[in-house]
């Protein structure tokens, strides 16, 4: 079966420090994962994707995530946070069945100034 | 631009009323999907479409039916609409195929049912 889990309902970071959103993950096979983002009131927005090749993808807005196979996790990141990436995170994973995605409760990020 | 356009973005509908939300997408795409969203349940799979004519269930079909008459078009239908169905709804697209494509989402209707 395949399943996504964002360990984390609310993460509170300061205006310039890092960030991390933390996603693990199930699925049979090779999975190819992704992150979007949600500001209020609106639907939801890519930001990258790991499909194969290097573990550390970058995508939009200065994130970037890492794929870990070991640990089954696929975090995001981004180096320096802005007031502006405050917003729902949410990871999903699309698995054998190619056309159906598996999300993550998703996580709220708030960046203080 | 790409886009998948939601005909509303509120509404409000009575306990017992017949709802229909619709979805268009202008990419030719022959995937679309429902889902809603509720706090702390992340998005869950109402119904999907692989074709025109074509439907399948998700996670949580009970109380919903959808119709997919033209290929831009995927419309959700609640049949007689109860306030646990309270919600946000999410239409997403997808290209056929290959994985690693990923969705495209409307801006989402907020429906309440009183």
């Known amino acids: 079966a395949q399943s996504v889990a964002q360990p984390e309902d609310q993460v509170n970071v300061a205006e310039g420090n890092p960030l991390t959103v933390k996603c693990t993950y199930s699925v049979s096979g090779n999975p190819y994962l992704f992150w979007y983002v949600q500001y209020p009131n609106r639907g939801l927005q890519f930001l990258l994707k790991y499909i194969t090749g290097d573990n550390l993808v970058k995508g939009s807005y200065g994130f970037e995530a890492e794929f870990n196979k070991s640990q089954t996790s696929f975090h995001l990141k981004k180096p320096s946070a802005l007031v502006s990436d405050s917003a729902l995170y949410f990871c999903a994973v699309q698995g054998y069945n190619f056309n159906k995605f598996y999300f993550g409760s998703g996580t709220k990020l708030n960046v203080k100034p | 631009d790409v886009k998948v356009t939601q005909s509303s973005r509120y509404l409000v509908k009575r306990t017992g009323e017949k709802v229909f939300l619709e979805c268009v997408q202008d990419?030719?795409?022959?995937?679309m999907f429902w889902y809603r969203q509720d706090p702390g349940l992340g998005l869950r799979l109402i119904y999907f479409?692989?074709?025109?004519?074509?439907?399948e269930k998700g996670d949580i079909p009970e109380g919903y039916s959808v119709s997919r008459e033209k290929k831009e078009r995927f419309s959700l239908i609640l049949e007689s609409a109860s306030t646990n169905q309270t919600s946000m709804y999410l239409c997403?697209?997808?290209?056929?195929?290959?994985?690693?494509?990923?969705?495209?989402f409307g801006s989402g209707t907020r429906l309440t049912v009183v």
């Open positions: 997403a697209s997808s290209p056929p195929g290959t994985g690693g494509s990923g969705y495209t």
């Open positions: 479409s692989y074709d025109v004519k074509m439907k």
């Open positions: 990419m030719d795409h022959e995937n």
